[in-house]
C-alpha cells in the first residue's frame, strides 16, 4: 500500500449536518460534538475524531436524536 492511499484510508468525514444549535452544555444539537471538539476537528488525528464521532453518537442516542 502507497503512503497516499494510507492516508486516504485515515480520513475521519465530520459528523456535521448543518444543523448548529448548541444546547446549554455547549454540544451541538445536529452532530452531538461539544464546541470545543468541534473547534479541535481539523487538528485531530483520524483516530481521536474517531473517539468524538463514538462519543458524539453515544450524546445524540441519549436524546434520541440518533441517526
Known amino acids: 500500500m502507497s503512503s497516499d492511499t494510507a492516508a486516504v484510508d485515515e480520513t475521519v468525514e465530520s459528523p456535521c449536518v448543518r444543523i448548529c444549535m448548541l ?3 455547549h454540544v451541538c444539537l445536529g452532530c452531538g460534538r461539544s464546541l470545543a ?3 479541535e476537528w481539523s487538528r485531530m488525528s483520524a483516530q481521536q475524531k474517531r473517539a ?3 462519543i458524539a453518537l453515544e450524546r445524540q442516542q441519549a436524546r434520541g ?3
Do not use: F, K
Request: hydrophobic share 40%; net charge negative.
Open 23 to 25: 444546547d446549554e452544555r
Open 37 to 39: 471538539e468541534i473547534a
Open 52 to 54: 468524538v464521532c463514538a
Open 65 to 67: 436524536r440518533a441517526p
